[in-house]
């Protein structure tokens, strides 16, 4: 797990090698409401779009994802809810291996992937 702290924002990224299990996410989500984790980015989620709308309301922010056609892909980020008006996806690709996301803060623009 590797921790990023810029400009007062926690990335974390973490390769989860699988998140299907309710009970890990919810860990996960326990880990980031802790830690204060404003970004989580996950590789290897093994997600669908059905396993995402099963748990988005076991998180406060958003969740973007892609998924890919096998479950040995999936990337993510999860998104702290005060910080959700900031971030817009810019693209994603349907492999589940890229998501690109622009994040506003203190008038300036990031590009999280």
Do not use: P
Not at 36 to 49: A, G, H, K
């Amino acid at each position: 797990m590797y921790f990023l702290l810029t400009m007062m924002v926690l990335l974390v990224s973490h390769n989860c090698n699988g998140i299907r299990n309710i009970d890990k996410f919810k860990k996960y989500v326990s880990i980031m409401s802790e830690k204060n984790v404003d970004f989580m980015l996950f590789q290897e989620t093994f997600w669908d779009d059905q396993l995402v709308q099963n748990v988005k309301h076991l998180y406060n922010g958003d969740i973007y994802h892609s998924d890919g056609t096998n479950n040995r892909q999936g990337v993510a980020i999860l998104v702290k809810s005060n910080l959700c008006a900031n971030v817009k996806q810019i693209y994603k690709d349907n492999n589940g291996r890229f998501l690109h996301l622009q994040f506003e803060y203190d008038d300036s623009i990031y590009n999280i992937m």
